[in-house]
């Protein structure tokens, strides 16, 4: 069984910085593409960043995120990152850390090509 346990949410000023890890365990990480997802209250869950498996060669980021959010891996620690920079108010949502279903693929932007999610870390942008 897969889990995930993120980290590094919290409370950030607009312009400021905050970086979130996601480890994962129960399946062979390096094996595997992986992707940051967001919710704001009230919205459905949306792509932010992906990262193709092993060498993570291969990144995909939603629009308005592109240049200013970095997805990237560390297969020896089971871990993926989002480095979160000049963050902006309609930032704040739920971020979700997520395993693409199959092995050996690129990057996705469909929610329905991960079968597995961290349990959500809170990221708040104060203006």
């Known amino acids: 069984q897969v889990q995930m346990v993120e980290s590094g949410g919290g409370l950030a000023q607009a312009g400021g910085s905050l970086r979130l890890s996601c480890v994962v365990s129960?399946?062979?990480?390096?094996?595997?593409?992986m992707g940051w997802f967001r919710q704001a209250p009230g919205k459905e869950r949306e792509f932010v960043a992906s990262?193709?498996?092993?060498?993570?060669?291969?990144?995909a980021y939603e629009a308005s995120v592109e240049g200013r959010f970095t997805i990237s891996r560390d297969n020896a620690k089971n871990t993926v990152y989002l480095e979160m920079n000049k963050l902006k108010p309609e930032d704040t949502a739920v971020y979700y850390c997520a395993v693409r279903s199959t092995r050996w693929t690129t990057t996705s932007r469909s929610i329905s090509d991960y079968d597995a999610w961290g349990q959500g870390t809170q990221v708040t942008v104060s203006s």
């Open positions: 129960g399946r062979t990480f390096s094996m595997y593409a």
């Open positions: 990262i193709s498996w092993r060498g993570g060669s291969v990144t």
